[in-house]
């Protein structure tokens, strides 16, 4: 049974928002409107961290990403060929590596990369999903979830949990959705929106 406070909260976190034209057009109005946007989020997500049952709070081993020792030649490899685990686990390491030299995934070097994850997300497993998006947090931040690359992955992957999510239990729920929050994308995931709202009924 979740309470009315949870659901509340979830309302909050998964709601999503529209700007106007006329909004759009009012540079301070919609910048104010961000901020809001910004701070209720944060503000349910706080409380659901304190909920004991739902703490949502991830281990730091979990989102801690180790540097490999790997040298990897971006040019050399044949992202199309690699199997499932492989995949991830190569973006994974080119994921830390750009974390630690401040890459850009929008940078064009990065094009196969993306579009081939992109492609395959549809046909991995919900823990190799979750996975990506793991790595994909490790990217310095875009200035908007459109951003080239970015938005081909985040965007497959969000398409990929959106036709599972009825089958998933609450508790799985709530611990994806904390991985779309790491990526400040709560309210861009079609995911996190549906699967709260299920949640919230």
């Known amino acids: 049974m979740i309470s009315s406070r949870l659901k509340f909260c979830l309302r909050c976190w998964g709601r999503p928002r529209f700007f106007t034209r006329s909004t759009i057009k009012l540079n301070d109005v919609a910048e104010n409107f961000k901020k809001a946007e910004l701070s209720e989020n944060g503000f349910a997500h706080r409380v659901l961290e304190n909920l004991e049952r739902y ?50 995934i929008s940078d064009i070097k ?8 992109a492609v395959r997300c549809p046909d991995l497993t919900d823990s190799q999903l979750k996975s990506l998006l793991t790595s994909l947090a490790c990217w310095p ?46 309210r861009r995931s079609d995911f996190v929106y549906q699967g709260l709202n299920r949640l919230a009924k």
């Not at 990065?110 to 994850?117: F, G, L, W």
């Not at 690359?149 to 969000?158: L, M």
């Not at 599972?164 to 609450?170: D, G, M, S």
């Open 55 to 104: 703490n949502l709070r991830l281990a730091s081993d979990r989102l801690r990403q180790e540097r490999t020792e790997e040298v990897l030649n971006l040019s050399e490899i044949q992202w199309k060929n690699l199997s499932a685990n492989e995949l991830c686990r190569v973006f994974n390491a080119v994921s830390v590596s750009a974390k630690t030299d401040g890459s850009l």
């Open 110 to 117: 990065y094009n196969d990369m993306c579009a081939s994850i």
């Open 141 to 186: 931040p875009c200035s908007s979830s459109q951003e080239p690359n970015f938005f081909y992955i985040w965007k497959a992957i969000d398409n990929a949990f959106v036709t599972r999510h009825k089958n998933f239990k609450p508790e799985k729920v709530l611990e994806i959705t904390e991985l779309w929050y790491q990526l400040h994308l709560t």
